[in-house]
Every structure is written in structure tokens, then in C-alpha cells.
């Protein structure tokens, strides 16, 4: 019961990585052709970003198999989240920037993750989804390009132009292993991103109703527990 509760929640944290490290990518307005260009401005934008909210819907196939969740984030510097599922009604994550907080209703458990943990091969805390570091974590862990010389591309499906970044990850260590994503050429924010595994599986997360800088209260990350729920303490890593 442990394993599996373990498991459950560390995969729900693959996405919670996932929509951190992507929702908080932006640019400002460019006259560059190079992906470093890109991504130095991506860096310097989200580190003036105080907070934001969205809507987002993660579409996930593995095996034929087509799963779905949405929901609502929000997010405040410095390291400040919160995700409220409505797809699987009632699934939150939530961090203060100290603990993160994994809540997944079907089996009634919550992890709670120490976040300050540091290991011996890190420089930091453990995780720092959500955060300017994080962003820098993941462009150190990944090789990135454009996907192809053209540059920015318009998409079939909306008519809207796109700055596609390819990310391939660095040493295959597990996860995701390449990624797409997709920047808004003319807001500059990252509307959608592809990532795939070494096993076949395909998640594809897409976000609207970006707002930036709205004030936010500290108190909305503050995680309250549910009298009946598993508590399942560092449950992603230990500091053991």
C-alpha cells in the first residue's frame, strides 16, 4: 500500500513539475533568430514574474489509453503554488515554498514533501519547481533547439504564429525525456507543450486564461488536511 501510494503521488508530481517549469515561460518582444536568444529572454522574464494564474488541461496517452485533468493554478514569488484539479475533482498540490502538499482524492492520501531536503550531488533545495532556479534547472538538464529553421510557425489549428523549442533531455535518467514547446508569438507566453517519455507515453498540457501579476493572498497556500486522510511523508525523496 505504501508503493503504490508512493507511486501515485510521485506521478502526479511529474506534472506538477511539468506545468511549473512551462507556465512560467515567457518572452518579451525580439528581434533575434537563435535559441539561446530565446531562452536568456525566457530566463530574465520569469524572474520579474511576482504571480500569475491559469486555467490548464493536461491530455496524457499511454498504451492507447487517453486520460485527461484540468483545473486552476496559481502561482506567487518566491516558489509560492497552488493546483485545484476539477479533472479529477478534488486532487490539489500546494506549497508555501517550504513543503509541497500532494493530495489525490481516489486513494485518500496527501504527501507531504520537505522541499528544504538537500542532497549530497545538489548545490540547493531539492526542488525548485516554479522558481527562477527551476527554470534554470531545466534548460541545464535539457538540450534545446528550435524544431526547425523557420521560425516563428503558424498553427493549423488556431492560425496563431509559435516559437517551437525542442528540449531533449541531457542524460536519460528517466521522465520526460523530449519535450515541444510553444511560444505565442505575439504574447509571448508558452500556450502548449508536448513531452514524451522512453516508454511510449505522450502527455500534452495547454494553458489559457493566463493573468499575470494579480495580487494574490499568502494565505491560498496554505494546505489544510482532511481529517481522514494518508499522510505519506517525502514521498518523491527522503534525506535518508
Known sequence: MQTSVKSSLFGLFLFLNS??????????????NSPSEVVKKIKKKFVNIKSYTAE????????KKTTNMRGNCT??????????FNEPEGDAIVSDGKTLWIYIKRI??????????????????IFQAGS???LNRLFRKYHYKF????????????????FVLALEQRE???GYENMLLYVDAESYLIKKAIAADGRGKETTIDFSE??????IEDGIFNYHISGNAKIVNNPLVSDN
Do not use: C, M
Not at 511549473?20 to 533575434?32: E, M, P, V
Not at 502561482?75 to 485545484?84: L, N
Not at 514533501?113 to 542532497?119: C, G, I, R, T, V
Open 75 to 84: 502561482y506567487k514569488s518566491p516558489g509560492k503554488i497552488r493546483y485545484d
Open 210 to 215: 493566463i493573468k499575470l501579476d494579480p495580487e
Open 56 to 63: 490548464f488541461r493536461i491530455t496524457t496517452v499511454s498504451a
Open 172 to 174: 536519460k535518467v528517466g
Open 147 to 162: 524544431d526547425s529553421i523557420s521560425q516563428p510557425q503558424v498553427s493549423p489549428k488556431d492560425g496563431k504564429q509559435y
Open 19 to 32: 506545468l511549473f517549469f512551462l507556465n512560467g515561460l515567457s518572452a518579451q518582444s525580439h528581434n533575434w
Open 132 to 134: 527562477a532556479e527551476g
Open 108 to 125: 485518500g492520501a496527501v504527501g507531504k514533501q520537505d522541499l528544504e531536503l538537500k542532497k549530497n550531488n545538489t548545490s540547493g533545495p
